[in-house]
């Protein structure tokens, strides 16, 4: 599984458009992008996925240049609810695949 | 929006017991997973589960745990014999057949061992 690198903390204030990167140096072919978010005491949430170019649903964007070595998390006009850790995930997404976790990004956002 | 459902959502052992903890992963999924996360560390991938077989496990998943998917709803992960290090969040997931479809998490039990 590819090795990710996301920094590990982010600050923000509501309103904000927050970019959190993700370098992925080792993605191999067949491997998808995936963002989750984790509030304290819950499970992860899944946020977007994607392969390739922009990806956009009701709560992000997921951009991913062409050489898929990196790509970056886009939440528009952050709110107090933001506040999270979110992680950055490559594997192939076979059916029946582990999901490999670090330590994800830290994102604080105050008003 | 269908979800992963947990039960207890915290369960309190004492060392060297048996516990049970549940999950009723979503509806028309076919692929189970359990994961941990110890508190402060990250979250860390146990077992995945399909067609009433282990996929896959990882080193933590020894012989003091099962997996069983009971009926047609269910699946429970069991610790035979609980240890203090077991104290941990538990999350259940599932997913859809497919390539590409992402796994959904429950809110997970807290399990606490004295």
């Known amino acids: 599984l590819a090795k990710t690198t996301q920094p590990i903390s982010m600050d923000s204030y509501e309103g904000q458009e927050v970019n959190i990167t993700c370098s992925h140096n080792?993605?191999?072919?067949?491997?998808?992008i995936t963002w989750y978010q984790q509030f304290p005491s819950q499970g992860p949430r899944f946020i977007i996925q994607g392969y390739k170019t922009k990806v956009t649903n009701e709560v992000a964007s997921l951009f991913i240049p062409a050489d898929r070595k990196s790509s970056t998390l886009s939440l528009p006009r952050v709110s107090l609810s933001d506040t999270a850790v979110y992680y950055c995930l490559v594997g192939e997404r076979q059916a029946g695949t582990a999901l490999i976790f670090g330590k994800g990004t830290t994102l604080s956002v105050s008003s | 929006e269908p979800e992963v459902t947990q039960t207890p959502s915290h369960q309190v052992t004492q060392m060297g017991q048996e516990v049970i903890l549940r999950c009723v992963p979503i509806?028309?999924?076919?692929?189970f997973y359990w994961y941990r996360q110890i508190l402060g560390q990250k979250v860390e991938f146990l077992v995945s589960?399909?067609?009433?077989?282990?996929?896959?496990k990882s080193e933590i998943f020894d012989d003091q745990f099962s997996v069983e998917r009971p009926d047609g709803s269910n699946f429970t992960l069991k610790i035979r014999s609980t240890k203090l290090e077991d104290s941990a969040m538990y999350f259940c997931a599932s997913r859809e057949q497919g390539t590409g479809q992402p796994q959904h998490f429950g809110d997970g039990t807290r399990l606490s061992i004295l």
């Open positions: 080792n993605i191999a072919t067949n491997d998808y």
């Open positions: 589960f399909y067609n009433n077989e282990i996929s896959e």
């Open positions: 509806s028309n999924h076919l692929y």
